[in-house]
């Protein structure tokens, strides 16, 4: 039995496709079949998010890699304004937390994608202009 993964770091965008995405073939014999396992921690958060909110996910993914090289804790940005995966700044979060309603939490990426979505969604792309020019 041979088994292929691709690599995980940086994972390319996937294609959307109902459920999770097929990441690891399996050949044994002539016969060839496909292994479904988890994606990484954070790119599942983003899937799960993105079916929730029928939101793209390689726009998601393709901000998160702009915005921070795919990495949230300890990612800080602007001259130490901007933090996290998606490079929120303080005031801008507590903004958008009040707009939308919601108590989400700066330091945790699921919250950090979950208003990334919610300010998108609401047309708000400019936020993150540098990375999002050529989506809009």
């Known amino acids: 039995i041979f088994r292929f993964k691709p690599e995980t770091s940086p994972q390319p965008p996937l294609e959307r496709q109902s459920?999770?995405?097929?990441?690891?073939?399996?050949?044994?014999?002539?016969?060839?079949?496909?292994?479904?396992?988890p994606l990484p921690e954070k790119e599942a958060i983003l899937w799960d998010?993105?079916?929730?909110?029928?939101?793209?996910?390689?726009?998601?993914?393709?901000?998160?890699?702009?915005?921070?090289?795919?990495?949230?804790?300890g990612v800080w940005g602007d001259n130490y304004?901007?933090?996290?995966?998606?490079?929120?700044?303080?005031?801008?979060?507590?903004?958008?937390?009040?707009?939308?309603?919601?108590?989400?939490?700066m330091l945790s990426f699921r919250?950090?994608?979950e208003l990334a979505i919610l300010?998108?969604?609401?047309?708000?792309?400019?936020n993150w202009r540098n990375c999002l020019d050529k989506h809009f």
Do not use: M
């Open 19 to 37: 459920g999770l995405p097929q990441t690891t073939l399996l050949i044994q014999g002539n016969s060839l079949g496909v292994i479904v396992s």
């Open 49 to 73: 998010l993105a079916e929730r909110y029928e939101f793209d996910y390689n726009l998601l993914y393709s901000l998160w890699a702009c915005e921070s090289q795919n990495r949230h804790a």
């Open 81 to 105: 304004k901007s933090y996290g995966g998606f490079q929120f700044q303080l005031p801008t979060w507590v903004a958008y937390n009040k707009l939308f309603g919601t108590e989400l939490n």
């Open 111 to 113: 919250d950090q994608a």
């Open 119 to 126: 300010i998108l969604q609401k047309g708000d792309w400019q």
